[in-house]
């Protein structure tokens, strides 16, 4: 083992901080995380947790930094503009926001308020998301968006906005919704605006690599395109054709791919020009990509190009195309949702226990006197395992671990001889981790030997409401010890969750250039041991699901101040248990009326004394109305 100091800056390479944090996360001088939305300021990230703890809130808890958020919206058009001002780009940028990629409150006011500025809009993609859109404070040229498949009541909904003085567009998903639009437009004596989606040849990249192309959902064909044109024509409409849009999928990992698209939209955005519809805003959708894994590459966790690459390559590639068919450079508008949302959030779990093979092994127990030949083996190779014939010694271990577990089902062997048989395994283990430790190179077998070995961090958190894109799509998310950082870890581990479900667990890590089956974590000793899970903002933060009743955690709005401060400005407590059970179709009347009648009964049956009535009857109360997630008071 290395004997040299451990130091933070050793911790913030061992997990890759600075390579996915884009700069608002650092480890201190103390080896603590610290969150830094902007220059001068940072809060610390334990600090924050300690306090929550102290006012007696409970923990699992999301901490939201608005400031963040208000970061990456000025981050993005600030890239934009930059690369405008560059090129000489004869037109502007205005981007808007896709609320289902996170509709919380905070989420959305905060990208209104600090787009503001730049008329930063937003987009829905049903009818609950415009009415909440609608209600927003946008600056007046902010584009207010409408995708989606649509009836009648959402497209009314959109043009009543227009009479609110917003710049709702109608984007039409399929040809059909133009006929629709046409008529309820005509119902209500009101002007659309519209937008049509084009479905681009082009490929995304990554997951989301089926967004595009001919098969994709949603768009119009190229035939489909030139009839619209044709039908608002007839209409005498055809300025009401404003925008042309396109979207190839989320994280695209490959800029090239983003190249490609853009290049595309931009030659038929050309070509609706030179047919008479003066299109002006043409969006290039969503799809730039967060490097979780802070790698750069085009592996689906990452992207290989920053925030202000895409901007410059989107914007050249615009220009270059209209420069080349002369027509007027458009308004650009990308659907960025990812990128403005994942860092804001992170996800702070406690570790309840540390379970695993080599945790708590200190006693093997004794041999009985008549111990089976196959706990002898064991013992054998315990004693006899080195670094020349671990390869052979391993391969019997496990072989004599099956025997032990068939040799007990069958009858032949004692609970105790199993005890003292799966200690030994477990003993050989150990040994044989330190002996491949040290080796340079270890045999293709034993190479899932640290997932064998490593501890399972039990953390009082559900995967299923918390991380369900860990689950659901593999996605991977940084996660990090808020302290300790100046400390080594000396232990590797994995994490799994409070649910019953086998599935709730993490066993993949970023990693630059794989992904790896083990976290490095330090021993939690009697201390408590918080993990941050960073990047968690986009997406699944509103997607989450109730298993096992576990619901919406708490959540804390903080700001950092100069000087290393905070305030914790908002503490919202997540779901009460009796909220989800309500959700199930149950009524807490009907709950609690069911539990007085069993109390009644066991009280007459003598088995509860009034005492005990009343306090059985208020902790139930309590748990009904009470923090779904283990509250262990220290
Ligand atoms: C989901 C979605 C987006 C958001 O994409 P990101 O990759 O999160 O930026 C943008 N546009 C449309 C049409 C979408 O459906």
Redo the contacts with the bound molecule.
């Keep these: 083992m290395n004997s040299t100091r451990f130091t933070p800056a050793d911790a913030a390479e061992l997990y890759g901080i600075h390579n996915w944090s884009s700069g608002y996360f650092r480890v201190s001088d103390k080896g603590e995380v610290e969150v830094t939305p902007g220059p001068g300021l940072n809060a610390v990230l334990p600090d924050i947790v300690d306090e929550i703890v102290a006012r007696g809130e409970s923990l699992p808890v999301i901490l939201r930094f608005p400031q963040v958020l208000a970061g990456r919206v000025r981050q993005l058009n600030e890239a934009f503009r930059t690369a405008m001002r560059e090129y000489d780009y004869q037109g502007r940028y205005q981007g808007v926001f ?1 609320i ?2 996170n509709q919380r409150r905070m989420v959305v006011e905060t990208i209104a308020s600090a787009g503001y500025e730049y008329a930063h809009g937003l ?1 829905a ?1 049903s009818k609950a998301e415009l009415a909440l859109c609608l209600a927003q404070n946008l600056h007046p040229d902010a584009l207010l968006c409408c ?1 989606g498949f649509k009836d009648d009541g959402f497209i009314k909904l959109a043009l009543w906005g227009r009479s609110l003085g917003k710049n709702v567009v109608i984007t039409l998903e399929k040809f059909s919704e133009l006929e629709r639009v046409l008529k309820v437009a005509r119902q209500l004596g009101i002007r659309p605006a519209i937008g049509v ?1 084009f479905k681009l040849n082009a490929r995304g990249s990554g997951q ?1 690599e089926e967004s595009g192309g001919d098969q994709a959902k ?1 768009g119009l064909n190229a035939g489909e395109l030139l009839q619209v044109v044709e039908r608002l024509r007839q209409e005498d409409m055809l300025d009401a054709l404003v925008m042309l ?1 396109t ?1 190839i ?4 990992t490959d800029i090239r791919r983003i190249k490609v698209a853009v290049r595309e939209a931009t030659q038929v955005y050309s070509d609706l020009v030179d047919e008479g519809a003066q299109v002006k805003y043409l969006n290039v ?5 967060v490097d979780y894994d802070g790698s750069k590459t085009t592996f689906y966790a990452s992207a290989n190009y920053t925030l202000a690459e895409y901007a410059a390559d989107v914007v050249y590639t615009v220009q270059e195309v209209c420069k080349s068919n002369e027509v007027r450079q458009p308004t650009i508008v ?7 949302t994942a860092h804001h959030a992170v996800l702070v779990v406690p570790v309840i226990d540390v379970t695993g093979p080599t945790r708590g092994l200190q006693s093997i127990p004794e041999a009985a006197e008549d111990q089976h030949q196959i706990v002898k083996d064991l013992e054998e190779i315990l004693a006899n395992i080195n670094t020349r014939n671990y390869r052979e010694m391993y391969n019997d271990a496990v072989g004599d671990k099956e025997t032990l577990h068939n040799l007990f089902n069958l009858g032949y062997l004692t609970l105790r001889d199993r005890a003292r048989g799966e200690a030994l395994f477990n003993a050989i283990l150990q040994k044989l981790a330190k002996l491949v430790a040290g080796l340079a190179y270890v045999p293709d077998e034993l190479e899932d030997l640290p997932k064998v070995l490593a501890d399972k961090y039990i953390c009082n958190f559900s995967l299923f409401q918390s991380l369900p894109d860990n689950w659901a799509i593999q996605a991977l998310f940084p996660v990090t010890p808020l302290d300790r950082l100046d400390e080594r870890p000396t232990r590797q581990g994995t994490l799994v969750d409070i649910t019953c479900d086998s599935d709730g667990k993490i066993e993949k890590f970023i990693d630059l250039r794989d992904v790896k089956a083990t976290l490095p974590l330090h021993d939690p000793g009697t201390r408590p041991y918080y993990l941050g899970i960073f990047l968690m903002g ?2 699944q933060d509103v997607l989450g699901s109730a298993h096992n009743l576990f619901g919406k955690v708490n959540e804390a709005h903080v700001t950092a101040r100069p000087g290393g401060k905070h305030l914790v400005e908002l503490f919202v407590r997540g779901q009460k248990a009796r909220r989800l059970i309500e959700s199930m179709g149950y009524e807490e009347d009907m709950l609690r009326g069911s539990i007085r009648a069993q109390v009644d009964r066991a009280r007459a049956a003598g088995r509860l004394d009034d005492t005990q009535t009343v306090e059985l009857e208020e902790d139930y109360g309590e748990e009904l109305l009470g923090y779904t997630y283990l509250e262990y008071e220290e």
């Design positions: 896709p289902k990629v987009e993609g995708n989606r989301w949603f849009h979207h999928g989320s994280q695209i959708g969503g799809g730039l990509g990308s659907e960025s949702g990812r990128a403005l986009a997406y």
